[in-house]
């Protein structure tokens, strides 16, 4: 059975970091792409950052690039979103995905609030 399970939100100050994890079980976790999104209230649901498969390269989009590190461990089976000078446009619910085509996962959620 697949399971995405996500921790580490929660509310910081500006200028503060956050530290996102996800654990992934129940398939192949080193042949997907891992993805982090953000929603944030009444906007569409967006990319963040993106690990590639098998230990593939990474990106994050400019908005966070910089301040955003993507990371993944695939022998323990997880992915690390680290999150440093955070501002309060990044607050939002933040999901983890993984996908290889025609598959893809996607974890619960996890509210991420920046705000003083």
């Known amino acids: 059975q697949v399971h995405l399970v996500e921790s580490g939100g929660g509310l910081v100050q500006p200028g503060g970091s956050l530290r996102l994890s996800c654990t992934f079980s129940?398939?192949?976790?080193?042949?997907?792409?891992v993805n982090w999104f953000r929603q944030a209230p009444g906007k569409e649901r967006e990319l963040v950052a993106s690990a590639g498969a098998f230990n593939g390269g990474t990106l994050v989009v400019s908005a966070v690039k910089g301040r955003f590190t993507i990371s993944r461990d695939n022998d323990k089976n997880t992915a690390v979103l680290q999150m440093n000078s955070l501002k309060p446009e990044d607050t939002a619910v933040y999901f983890c995905?993984?996908?290889?085509?025609?598959?893809?996962?996607w974890g619960q959620g996890t509210q991420v609030t920046v705000s003083s």
């Open positions: 995905n993984a996908r290889r085509s025609p598959s893809e996962y």
């Open positions: 129940g398939f192949n976790f080193d042949t997907y792409h």
